[in-house]
């Protein structure tokens, strides 16, 4: 999970004015039993000029070096639910410091799902899977799996039944699998096994980062006259977009650019000939682009149609 702090829009070294020092900070937020919380608003604050929320989910970003910092934790129904004085953070702009915060839940509040999800062969889906749980247009991920053990723990602020759907996706076969969810009012555990089988992926692009993780089917590549460029936006967020592009029409291995508002070294600052592309199919119009990329701690894989 990201946890991207913004002034002036965003914070870098670039950007605008900030009269601070910058460190890195994630915050690791489990309920009281030690289970990770999902889908929580942070806010920090120091006075009026240093005040800010994040997107739900994003939990790592820059903070000021030798400031204490306000927490407020607020719900997918902006109910402030946890507030707390933290900090003061010491290092440099690449450190980063972890800090566990621990939110008591009301027992309604606190939702786990759990099962087991395979592949179209029924074997367990292990570094080549992901679950994902969508409610109310949010979605969840796990993308470490346990020999096929999946765990997605969240909060909901409604206590009125709803739906939800769980989804599997094997990244090595490009298929997929989906089924519902029905939230019962006063029932907090949910177990569900799921098959990663049924539906063909055609565009799917998988991102690793020393920050987080992220799995979306929002990708675009065109062909113009200097480069391949493929369009990454993270599922349910336009906002977050990343840019790929190499000098490259074919396959083989190519010197790229990469920026993006996902945290890894280097690719926030969008440096020129970085990154190390890996094309293994390369189609006409219509057809597929498939490959992978690297860059410091930036790393990922992808099948995308070719628009142009």
């Known amino acids: 999970m990201v946890y991207t702090l913004h002034k002036c829009h965003t914070i870098s070294r670039q950007s ?3 009269p601070y020092g910058l460190t890195q900070l994630c915050l690791d937020i489990v309920d009281q039993n030690g289970d990770p919380i999902e889908n929580l608003t942070a806010c920090l604050s120091i006075d009026a000029a240093f005040n800010f929320c994040n997107p739900q989910n ?6 000021p070096v030798g400031e204490n910092l306000d927490l407020e934790l607020r719900d997918i129904c902006n109910e402030v639910i946890h507030t707390e004085a933290i900090g003061p953070f010491v290092g440099s702009f690449t450190d980063v410091t972890t800090q566990v915060i621990t939110v008591t839940l009301p027992s309604y509040a606190s939702l786990s799902f ?7 062969g029924g ?3 292990t570094d080549n899977g992901v679950v994902s749980l969508t409610i109310d247009d949010q ?20 206590v009125s039944a709803a739906e939800g759907t769980l989804r ?3 990244t090595a076969e490009l298929e997929s699998g989906e089924t519902e969810v029905i939230l019962v009012t006063g029932q907090n ?6 098959s990663a089988c049924g539906v063909l992926l055609t565009e799917l692009v998988t991102i690793e980062s020393s920050m987080g993780q992220l799995v979306t089917e929002e990708v675009s590549a065109y062909q ?40 890894s070294t280097g690719a926030q600052q969008g440096l020129v000939d970085q990154a190390t592309i890996t094309i293994t199919r390369y189609d006409d119009i219509g057809g597929f682009i498939v490959g992978s990329f690297s860059e410091g701690a930036f790393s990922g894989d992808f099948i995308v149609t070719r628009e142009r």
């Open 123 to 125: 074997d367990a889906l």
């Open 168 to 170: 599997a996706i094997d």
């Open 58 to 63: 994003q939990y790592c970003g820059w903070v």
């Open 114 to 120: 759990t099962g087991q999800a395979v592949d179209c």
């Open 224 to 263: 113009t006259a200097a480069e391949t460029l493929l369009i990454i936006k993270e599922s349910n967020n336009s906002n977050t977009v990343t840019y790929i592009g190499f000098k490259g029409f074919g396959e083989g291995t190519f010197s790229g650019n990469i920026l993006s508002p996902i945290e």
């Open 139 to 158: 979605t969840f991920y796990d993308f470490n799996l346990d020999n096929g053990a999946y765990e997605i723990n969240l909060i909901n602020c409604s």
């Open 189 to 194: 555990d949910y177990q569900t096994d799921i």
């Open 16 to 18: 605008c004015d900030v």
